[in-house]
T-cell receptor, first 114, second 111 residues
Framework: DVKVTQSSRYLVKRTGEKVFLECVQD?????MFWYRQDPGLGLRLIYF???????EKGDIPEGYSVSREKKERFSLILESASTNQTSMYLC?????????????FGPGTRLLVL | QKEVEQNSGPLSVPEGAIASLNCTYS??????FFWYRQYSGKSPELIMS????GDKEDGRFTAQLNKASQYVSLLIRDSQPSDSATYLC???????????FGKGTLLTVNP
């Protein structure tokens, strides 16, 4: 079974803090993705990566950065957390370079920024 | 702007009935289509994928694709209360590694 894990299920941070969300997949997948999900707005892609040290902006990259130093690990960084970044954050991975394969999701991290 | 449209619902059906979930998409080059189920507070999980026109059946689930009409649907036969969830439609365009997700349809199956 494909397994995607995220470092925290729930996280509470203060405005202005630097926040790291970690995602690890154990199936040697090429592609990894970070989404946020908000009521009424659906899943929105923040960043994705199709190879180690490669990253591409998604639809809403502002206020975020990412790091992929190893194939299995993809980190999302909030440089200075703000209240409008309170959300459910979902990491996903997919097997192949062309991205046409299924994306598998981690359990999600619910982030509250106070 | 690629768009995926789904009726937000809630779609309410009695237990044992057929639930029909619909999705239209704007990107004509979409090649692959995925249906995800998401329970409240949980992450999406894949339940069906379909790549060519026609029907694809997997247990109680049938996915239907009509590329000419840019329409994909999911039928759930013999609906169970455990099917109550939000169903997300996600076409894949083939050129940018990304899935485009609809906002989902909330299905409620009443015992």
């Amino acid at each position: 079974d494909v397994k995607v894990t995220q470092s925290s299920r729930y996280l509470v941070k203060r405005t202005g803090e630097k926040v790291f969300l970690e995602c690890v997949q154990d199936m040697d997948h090429e592609n990894m993705f970070w989404y946020r999900q908000d009521p009424g707005l659906g899943l929105r892609l923040i960043y994705f990566s199709y190879d180690v040290k490669m990253k591409e902006k998604g639809d809403i990259p502002e206020g975020y950065s990412v790091s992929r130093e190893k194939k299995e690990r993809f980190s999302l960084i909030l440089e200075s957390a703000s209240t409008n970044q309170t959300s459910m954050y979902l990491c996903a991975s997919s097997p192949n370079r062309d991205g046409g394969e299924t994306q598998y999701f981690g359990p999600g991290t619910r982030l509250l920024v106070l | 702007q690629k768009e995926v449209e789904q009726n937000s619902g809630p779609l309410s059906v009695p237990e044992g009935a057929i639930a029909s979930l619909n999705c239209t998409y704007s990107d004509r080059v979409s090649q692959s289509f995925f249906w995800y189920r998401q329970y409240s507070g949980k992450s999406p999980e894949l339940i069906m994928s379909i790549y060519s026109n026609g029907d694809k059946e997997d247990g109680r689930f049938t996915a239907q694709l009509n590329k000419a009409s840019q329409y994909v649907s999911l039928l759930i036969r013999d609906s169970q209360p455990s099917d109550s969830a939000t169903y997300l439609c996600a076409p894949y365009g083939g050129s940018n590694y990304k899935l485009t997700f609809g906002k989902g349809t909330l299905l409620t199956v009443n015992p």
